[in-house]
């Protein structure tokens, strides 16, 4: 991810927690970048540098009225057109959303598990992360048939690693020390 994404995405974040729409803002940005991604009609028009920059702004008044977008994304994406920005806008939906977690205090966490784990485990296991980490925990669930047992757990750059293969591995360890 580039360091400009990551300031205009920086920039879009500090407006959406003003205003308090933070889940709108990122996924109203989403959809436009879909559609913007999938277009190549509507990505001609905004990065063409034949067509006038009133013409740019019409074109995304018009697609954000059709798509129901909030004033923020449409001054957002005003922005990133007039300075010829839109190179980077299919990277700054993942860098608003690591902007948004990180000024709210979120970790998101990737669980990878022996076997489906239920929802009373998962909630159990997202309760002990936040307390651990100190943070609200956003976790992602995965099984892997690779794991003998247990679960290992990435928050960040931190791995816990609860599989029955570690367990084991430090059994062996406090042994061959004794």
Do not use: C, W
């Not at 996924?27 to 879909?34: E, I």
């Not at 059709?66 to 990277?91: S, W």
């Not at 002990?128 to 960040?156: H, N, P």
């Amino acid at each position: 991810m580039s360091a400009v994404a990551e300031r205009y995405a920086a920039a879009l974040a500090e407006v959406a927690l003003e205003r308090k729409l933070a889940d709108k803002v990122k996924g109203d940005l989403g959809t436009f970048v879909a559609v913007f991604l999938s277009s190549a009609d509507l990505r001609n028009a905004l990065e063409s540098p034949v067509v006038s920059s009133d013409v740019k702004h019409k074109v995304i008044h018009e697609v954000a009225s059709k798509m129901g977008l909030d004033a923020a994304v449409q001054n957002f994406l005003y922005l990133i057109v007039d300075h010829r920005r839109t190179e980077i806008l299919h990277e700054i939906p993942a860098a608003l959303q690591q902007q948004l977690n990180m000024r709210m205090g979120i970790a998101e966490a990737e669980v990878s598990s022996a076997r489906e784990l239920s929802g009373a485990e998962r909630q159990q296991l997202t309760a002990m992360l936040e307390r651990r980490t100190g943070k609200k925990i956003e976790a992602s669930f995965r099984q892997d048939k690779t794991l003998l047992g247990g679960a290992v757990v990435r928050v960040g750059s931190t791995i816990y690693d609860g599989s029955v293969r570690e367990q084991l591995n430090r059994l062996r360890e406090r042994l061959e020390t004794e």
